[in-house]
């Protein structure tokens, strides 16, 4: 029998699993005797990034200190409904992390205070009265949404049947918004605001509007089967796994009608719907329609919160307005300085699995770095 | 008093009022067309198009905009030479789909028929 003739191999998972337990041995070992203590590696940011980056330190044997900013982990994900491209639970993903970050110590409701520099490390002081002393500091401060009533044209804060992507979620995921109507006839998607729009002040595209214009639209479609449901688009930008099928089902499956064309103004109609004017560029026409809603897909713009933190780090913005990598193909991960590491979307736009996997990739090289150091 | 310039109708297309029979029609008898993305390939490689303006691309996009005519005007330029059909990257069966077209008007006897319009511009 196979089990006889070969003698017992030690798989990846087996010496995994007993480094788990030695190192479980070494934290309870750390309790009881107090100069043992393992290394603290500070992560600004409680988003994905943030909390995959804290479960990967963890696991390599390191005490991650997480700060967050919110009274909640989860960040942007967490106040989302659904996930492209399967149309998973984001609650479920945030909840899955949390649970495996149970060991790290996270402080919720938390700013940075100030940081300094040491001769081999940082002194962070927390706004809640914690001084914490790292070699390495993880930035996953991530983005922020554009606000979208900059584009005045489009009547956000103006007009009440207009919200945005993330209104829209709130609603999904069971909020109360009274601008959305009880059975609309006619709803329209604007892709791009604040999005590959110089004026704007964002002349980058933020990846993920596309795909999630798509999505919800298909999410409106169920909910309300008998509206019409528009997407103004400028360009469809659906690279990512499984988005190309995503199109096809909403053309297909859900009658969703696709105008390339950028809404140039939206106005109020006598009744409260509002119309919105474009330009039909495949027909080269313009081109009007009256909607019972409308949502504008805010792009991802850099955190503001950011520009304090990065000048007491001496970080650099990048010429797109994110926080500058040391090189943008071979370590977009490493800043600039010296043990300051940056994952997520501070450093531009990302969809929920590149930040993941980019949280991973900068716990390793967070990793990397403090091994060499020693 | 003449002063040089007139009012012209407006071209611009109203999504409320156009008449979309036509078009649930076009999706009854080729599902596919739904999933036209418009790149215009189908144009590019038509035989008929150098000739007489045919654009299948232009077709579908006027009947989704309720312009039935400029549809049915153009599509008389078609010979069915099913070149379309082979370049089209999301294999809509647009030879079928122009066929059916022409012969769900023929049926109404519109006096629409096919190719009778290219023979004369050749």
């Known amino acids: ?374 | 008093m003449n002063f040089g310039f007139s009012l012209s109708p407006s071209s611009a297309v109203n999504l409320d009022k156009i008449d979309l029979s036509l078009y649930h029609k076009m999706e009854e008898i080729e599902p596919d067309v739904r999933i036209c993305i418009g790149c215009g390939s189908c144009s590019a490689t038509c035989t008929g198009q150098p000739f007489s303006g045919m654009s299948l691309r232009k077709v579908i996009l006027a009947i989704q905009r309720g312009r039935e005519n400029e549809a049915r005007e153009m599509l008389s330029g078609c010979m069915l030479c099913g070149k379309c059909t082979m370049v089209c990257p999301r294999g809509i069966n647009t030879r079928h789909l122009i066929l059916s077209m022409c012969r769900y008007w023929d049926g109404e006897d519109h006096g629409y028929n096919l190719m009778n319009e290219v023979e004369v511009k050749i």
């Not at chain 1, 998972?13 to 337990?21: N, P």
């Not at chain 1, 009744?271 to 039909?280: C, F, L, P, R, T």
């Not at chain 1, 503001?304 to 990065?310: C, E, L, V």
């Not at chain 1, 193909?329 to 980019?358: D, N, Y």
Request: charged share 25%.
């Open chain 1, 1 to 374: 029998m196979a089990t006889e003739q070969s003698p017992k191999v030690s798989t990846p998972r087996d010496i995994r699993k007993e480094e788990r337990a030695q190192r479980k041995a070494q934290r309870q070992g750390a309790d009881a005797a107090p100069e043992r203590k393992l290394e603290q590696v500070i992560i600004i940011g409680g988003g994905i990034a943030g909390m995959e980056a804290t479960k990967q330190l963890l696991s390599l044997g390191y005490r991650p200190v997480l700060v967050e900013k919110e009274d909640h982990l989860g960040g942007h994900v967490a106040s989302w409904n659904r996930l492209f491209p399967d149309m998973g639970d984001a609650q479920a993903i945030i909840s899955t992390l949390r649970e495996e970050i149970m060991d790290a110590t996270i402080y919720l409701s938390t700013e940075i205070s100030f940081c300094n520099r040491l001769r081999d490390g940082y002194n962070v002081m927390l706004s809640n009265g914690v001084n914490v002393l790292a070699r390495a500091i993880l930035m996953s401060t991530g983005f922020t949404l554009f606000p979208a009533a900059k584009k005045e044209e489009y009547g956000y804060g103006v007009y009440d049947r207009v919200i945005t992507n993330a209104d829209l979620e709130n609603w999904f995921n069971g909020g109360d918004d009274h601008r959305i109507p009880s059975s609309p006839k006619a709803v329209g998607f604007v892709h791009c605001v604040g999005s590959r729009d110089l004026k704007a002040g964002n002349p980058q595209c933020s990846k993920v509007c596309c795909i999630t214009a798509i999505k919800q639209a298909i999410e409106v479609k169920e909910k309300f089967p008998e509206a019409e449901v528009y997407c103004f688009y400028m360009d469809l930008r659906l690279f990512g796994k499984k988005y190309e099928d995503f199109y096809i089902r909403a053309q297909r499956d859900f009658g969703i009608h696709f105008i390339r064309g950028r809404v140039s103004e939206v106005s109020e109609t006598i009744n409260g719907s509002v119309q919105v004017k474009a330009e039909d560029t495949l027909s080269g026409r313009p081109i009007k329609v009256v909607l019972d809603m409308l949502v504008l897909m805010a792009g991802i713009v850099n955190n503001p919160d950011n520009a304090g933190i990065a000048k007491q780090l001496s970080l650099e913005t990048d010429t797109d307005g994110f926080l500058r990598s040391a090189d943008n193909i071979l370590s977009i991960t490493e800043s600039p300085r010296k043990g300051i590491f940056l994952a997520g979307a501070c450093t531009g736009a990302k969809t929920v699995p590149e930040t993941v996997a980019e949280a991973r990739s900068a716990a390793l090289s967070i990793h990397n770095y403090l091994k060499n150091l020693q």
